[in-house]
């Protein structure tokens, strides 16, 4: 899953029939602190999502199947519509690593 930014609308007047009544929106991805990363992606939704909305996206298989009893041609879907993202301090640490354990090391 990633979390992203709507930041517009795909129109296509002539589509695969299964996604027929879908709205494509256009997803800008989001780092933990909410800032822009990689690639935008096209993402089905039937949730209702809008432009300037915070989602949660699934991709792949996920996305193939999160619409119950139909499996879907589209490679990303938004599942949800965040209200409110909290990253406690404490426990995310920029740039920590982790120690491997012995025999884990590459």
């Known amino acids: 899953m990633l979390m992203g930014k709507v ?58 199947t999160a619409i119950v009893e139909q499996e879907l041609p589209v490679d990303a879907i938004v599942i949800g519509i965040i209200d409110n993202v909290e990253l406690d301090p404490k426990q995310y640490q920029p740039g920590a690593k982790v120690p491997l354990k012995k025999g884990r090391q590459g």
Request: aromatic residues 4%; charged residues 20%.
């Open 7 to 64: 930041v517009g609308s795909v129109w296509a007047t002539r589509k695969e029939g299964r996604i027929t009544g879908l709205k494509l929106l256009i997803v800008q991805p989001l780092d933990h602190k909410q800032e822009p990363y990689g690639n935008i992606i096209i993402a089905g939704d039937q949730i209702g999502a809008g432009i300037g909305e915070l989602v949660v996206v699934v991709q792949g298989s996920s996305a193939r």
